[in-house]
C-alpha cells in the first residue's frame, strides 16, 4: 500500500528554520516526483515546490524568495523540505504528494496522486 508520512512541523519564531521529512512506503520511490504543498487556515492549497524523481529537477513557487530548499535521499524513500527565514504566513498544514506520470528527470506543479496526512507548521513569536 502506497503511504505517504510527513513529520518535523512545529512551532518556531519568525526568522527560524524547520526541515520538514516526507518518508514513502509501497512504492519504487525514485520513480515518482515528490511535490510540496500547504493550506493556510482559510486558504486554498498551494504548491510550494517540486523535487523529480531522480533529484535533479526542481521548481519553486514564487513566494519561496530562496528560503526553502527541497531535497531527496532515495536509498532512504525520503523527501525534504529544508525551510529558512520563516515568516508568519508560512503558518500552514504542509503535504508532501508523489506522481508517477512525468519522467524520471521532470516534475510539475500540480496533478498529484499520492498524499500524506499533512504536518503543522506555526511561525509565530
Known amino acids: 500500500q502506497l503511504q505517504l508520512v510527513e513529520s518535523g512541523g512545529g512551532l518556531v519564531q519568525p526568522g527560524g528554520s524547520l526541515r520538514l521529512s516526507c518518508v514513502a512506503t509501497g512504492f519504487t520511490f525514485n520513480s515518482y516526483a515528490v511535490g510540496w504543498f500547504r493550506q493556510a487556515p482559510g486558504k486554498e492549497r498551494e504548491v510550494v515546490g517540486c523535487i523529480s524523481g531522480n533529484g535533479i529537477k526542481t521548481l519553486y513557487n514564487d513566494f519561496v524568495k530562496g528560503r526553502f530548499t527541497i531535497s531527496r535521499v532515495n536509498a532512504k524513500n525520503t523527501a525534504y523540505l529544508e525551510m529558512n527565514n520563516l515568516e508568519p504566513e508560512d503558518t500552514a498544514i504542509y503535504y508532501c504528494?508523489?506522481?508517477?506520470?512525468?519522467?524520471?528527470?521532470?516534475?510539475?506543479?500540480?496533478?498529484?496522486?499520492?498524499w500524506g496526512q499533512g504536518t503543522q507548521v506555526s511561525v509565530s513569536t
Open positions: 504528494a508523489a506522481d508517477s506520470s512525468l519522467p524520471n528527470a521532470r516534475c510539475q506543479m500540480e496533478g498529484y496522486d499520492y
